[in-house]
């Protein structure tokens, strides 16, 4: 699996734990939007789309199933969203 476009939207909003909404492609030809980049209390992390149950609950629509592929997408999602801070700040 390759990640082949990740396109970053920054939330400008002050105070917010969410920090960035994210697209990957992966393999030129499978899309998935909004993955969250959210500032924890020890960092950045990714939170892949969900949606709210009738009881309230949040479930994941779509998600990696094993570790080394939750990884690869966080950090290439995270690298993407850095990036795009760094060169949102140059234009400043």
Request: hydrophobic residues 35%; aromatic residues 4%; contains cysteine.
């Amino acid at each position: 699996m390759n990640i082949t476009e990740i396109r970053v939207r920054l939330v400008k909003k002050e105070d917010s734990k969410l920090k960035a909404v994210a697209s990957i492609t992966i393999d030129e030809c499978f899309v998935i939007h909004d993955i969250k980049v959210i500032q924890g209390t020890e960092g950045l992390f990714i939170s892949m789309p969900s949606r709210k149950t009738p009881e309230g609950e949040y479930k994941d629509i779509v998600h990696p199933i094993n570790t080394e592929t939750r990884e690869s997408i966080s950090a290439q999602v995270i690298a993407a969203y850095e990036k795009q801070l760094s060169e949102e700040s140059k234009t400043e």
